[in-house]
């Protein structure tokens, strides 16, 4: 399998030999659709910090989009401030940290990335939609339904990409109930209402990405264990040359 030419001629710089690697093992894992809808509804990329999980996202995003046809995308993260980097990255075409080619094209069609609150029911043509939020955010709306918020019910009725970042703030289920603090709590509905969202149909996928993973902790591997689809952790960072010591 070699990547389709339209994810190298559509991101800003040339791909490092293990975001290629990345992308290739999640083509692998989505490539049978009726597989992947049983099997790999559900991954995580777990990369080192400064390797470029952005840039693996991005093509993940236009991989999905233009072999499957999905347009409906919610990146998820815990902190406001992470949310403006990712603006940054993939709506300001403008910001030299852009990680698109300043003109999204695909097989002679022009792309456009669209920031939205809720998704539109009649879609426009060759458009991407992309919501950015909070996990809490997120949380609320569902919770709490008001005008211009998403609801399970919209959200029901169209085929979904969740991109959660910084996903291990993401496991307050795998502690003991009888140990969580009131904010843990929170964060376990947190946690539970993005499953809710993946559960809407078969075809939606959460897609996240950490540099930081405890494995050695018994319920995180256990709910892990079958969902990582790459691995590029620090010491591989810095063996390959492309961080340095610390």
Do not use: C
Request: glycine share 2%; net charge neutral; proline share 2%.
């Amino acid at each position: 399998y070699q990547l389709p030419e339209y994810l190298k001629a559509n991101l800003k710089d040339n791909l490092r030999p293990y975001q290629e690697e990345a992308l290739r093992y999640f083509y692998y894992s989505q490539f049978k659709q009726e597989i992947a809808d049983r099997n790999y509804k559900h991954l995580l990329f777990n990369m080192a910090t400064g390797s470029g999980k952005t840039m693996v996202m991005a093509g993940a995003i236009l991989y999905m989009f233009k072999e499957y046809g999905y347009q409906n995308f919610i990146f998820f993260v815990h902190t406001d401030a992470i949310i403006q980097k990712i603006k940054e990255n993939l709506l300001n075409t403008l910001s030299s940290k852009y990680l698109f080619t300043q003109s999204l094209e695909i097989e002679g069609e022009r792309i456009v990335i669209e920031s939205v609150d809720t998704f539109p029911r009649q879609p426009s043509k060759n458009t991407i939609y992309l919501k950015l939020s909070t996990i809490h955010k997120i949380h609320d709306e569902i919770n709490k339904t008001k005008e211009n918020s998403i609801t399970l019910e919209d959200l029901a009725e169209i085929p979904l990409v969740l991109l959660g970042d910084e996903a291990h703030h993401f496991n307050a289920e795998t502690r003991s109930r009888a140990t969580l603090t009131t904010q843990e709590k929170e964060k376990l509905s947190w946690e539970r209402t993005i499953e809710q969202i993946l559960a809407l149909q078969d075809k939606n996928r959460l897609l996240e990405f950490t540099a930081t993973i405890n494995l050695d902790n018994r319920d995180i591997y256990q709910k892990y264990k079958d969902k990582i689809v790459y691995q590029y952790d620090l010491k591989k960072f810095m063996t390959d040359g492309f961080s340095k010591k610390v």
